[in-house]
């Protein structure tokens, strides 16, 4: 199975920031990595597909990039609305589906 | 718009079955691969099982390979989980989600959820 790693587990940063969230993949999955925004109480939401493509309705504010094993989530710009937890997830070598462990994104 | 609806979670007894459902609105179910996820409480998410349009092709997670069973009906509409010998590593939110990719092919990944359904596995 694919283990991906996401860093940092959590992270602290204010309205207007940059953001970046890391996701490792244990072996190449080249540009098969998507990326998804839960909020509490909430469903997940897709943000990213295919490593680098924004999802229809996401702001573009929200960028992805990488391929092989490893890949970055970046906010250009952090709104009150995107503290949340972002999790990358991995669609080349399955079954099975693979997450990342989450990354929590705090308000400082 | 496409919605997805689930039901049947609730407490259940080590050992014991439950049945979640699914009910899909807003696109044509039969063109897509659907899935379940769940998602302990306070952790990460975690893929459970998937199924082909025709619900020829299954796939499921190890852990729960032998115990749930995906299955669907195409003219109701809905995706079913049959879950036994539950124990209480199975307690989560359980959520249906939709493959984006409509027809002959798949994704693997996720752009549609519906809102969750619980099951408490405990005694």
């Known amino acids: 199975d694919i283990q991906m790693t996401q860093s940092p587990s959590s992270l602290s940063a204010s309205v207007g920031d940059r953001v970046t969230i890391t996701c490792r993949a244990s072996?190449?999955?080249?540009?098969?990595l998507n990326w998804y925004q839960q909020k509490p109480g909430k469903a997940p939401k897709l943000l990213i597909y295919a490593a680098s493509s924004l999802q229809s309705g996401v702001p573009s504010r929200f960028s992805g990039s990488g391929s092989g094993t490893e890949f970055t989530l970046t906010i250009s710009s952090l709104q009150p609305e995107d503290f949340a937890t972002y999790y990358c997830q991995q669609s080349y070598r399955t079954p099975p589906i693979t997450f990342g462990q989450g990354t929590r994104l705090e308000i400082k | 718009e496409v919605q997805l609806v689930e039901s049947g979670g609730g407490l259940v007894q080590p050992g014991g079955s439950l049945r979640l459902s699914c009910t899909a609105s807003g696109f044509t179910f039969s063109n897509y691969w659907m899935t379940w996820v769940r998602q302990a409480p306070g952790k990460g998410l975690e893929w459970v099982a998937n199924?082909?349009?025709?619900?020829?092709?299954?796939y499921y997670v190890g852990s729960v390979k032998g115990r749930f069973s995906i299955s669907r009906d195409n003219a109701k509409n809905s995706l079913f989980l049959q879950m036994s010998s539950l124990r209480a590593e199975d307690t989560a939110v359980y959520y249906c989600a939709r493959d984006p990719c409509g027809g002959d092919c798949y994704s693997d990944y996720f752009d549609s959820w519906g809102q969750g359904t619980l099951v408490t596995v405990s005694s």
């Open positions: 199924i082909k349009q025709d619900g020829s092709q299954k």
């Open positions: 072996q190449s999955i080249y540009s098969h």
